[in-house]
């Protein structure tokens, strides 16, 4: 190591004994973690791209620093989603360390990574309370039944209002106005229920009508539309 002239000619100075690191909590218990493979925990990340074009949740289940599992969840560019999948295919295996210095192509995806090495590091993990952590493939538990991400998409413009596209309960087919043109509930469709149903042998039809369902008071609409016409 290279040292300056300058700091060659410091006089000596013993500093005082360091009390050590601070213990963080990491799924049960408070530890000191002072290698990678010292931390573990279930946590998310969620970003955008430099250029806010989109948006990235990413979830980790990381054991003894070695990523168990990842959940990646996009929204708002085409692009990311191809990032993500190579995402899931690059992390699983990596160790925090080796994550956060990974190429995964897109920004939004790097700096969720970067969350959550820092929730992971400094014990804010969703899991820095709970014994033993969570089990692997709690990951894709988030997803729920149906094995999709939980999106909502909304428009609203000052002419026409708002419209209703998406939300939790799946992809909205119709809105149900009353007599002053508000939204009082809506009829939805949940496309991974469906897909299920038709990959299951139902047929097309009869797996939209099991799949479909209604929100609010969907029954005592005056008007009903399509929110995509808009």
Do not use: W
């Not at 791209?49 to 990523?67: E, H, P, R, S, Y």
């Not at 042998?201 to 799949?211: K, P, Q, S, T, V």
Request: proline share 3%; charged share 20%; hydrophobic share 40%.
């Amino acid at each position: 190591m290279r040292t300056t002239e300058e700091l060659d000619k410091m006089y000596q100075v013993v500093p005082c004994k360091a009390h050590g690191m601070s213990p963080i909590p990491m799924e049960g218990s408070f530890s000191v973690s002072k290698e990678v493979t010292d931390v573990s925990g279930f946590s998310h990340g969620v970003a955008t791209c430099a250029m806010k074009q989109g948006g990235c949740k990413l979830t980790l289940n990381v054991k003894d620093g070695i990523i168990q599992e990842a959940l990646i969840e996009t929204i708002g560019c085409s692009g990311m989603t191809h990032s993500a999948s190579m995402a899931s295919e690059i992390l699983p295996g990596l160790t925090i360390l080796e994550a956060i210095n990974t190429d995964l192509v897109c920004d939004a995806i790097n700096v969720a990574m970067r969350e959550i090495f820092l929730n992971l590091c400094y014990g804010r993990s969703q899991s820095a309370f709970t014994k033993d952590g969570l089990a692997v493939g709690s990951g894709i538990e988030d997803l729920g039944a149906s094995k999709r991400s939980m999106v909502g998409t909304a428009y609203g413009s000052v002419s026409k209002g708002p419209r209703y596209l998406e939300l939790t309960e799946g992809y909205v087919q119709k809105l149900a106005l009353d007599s002053e043109n508000r939204i009082i509930g809506y009829k939805y469709v949940n496309i991974g229920r469906m897909m299920d149903l038709i990959a299951a042998g139902e047929n097309a039809e009869d797996a939209l009508n099991a799949a479909s369902g209604y929100y609010g008071r969907f029954d005592e609409a005056v008007t009903v539309i399509d929110p995509r016409h808009i």
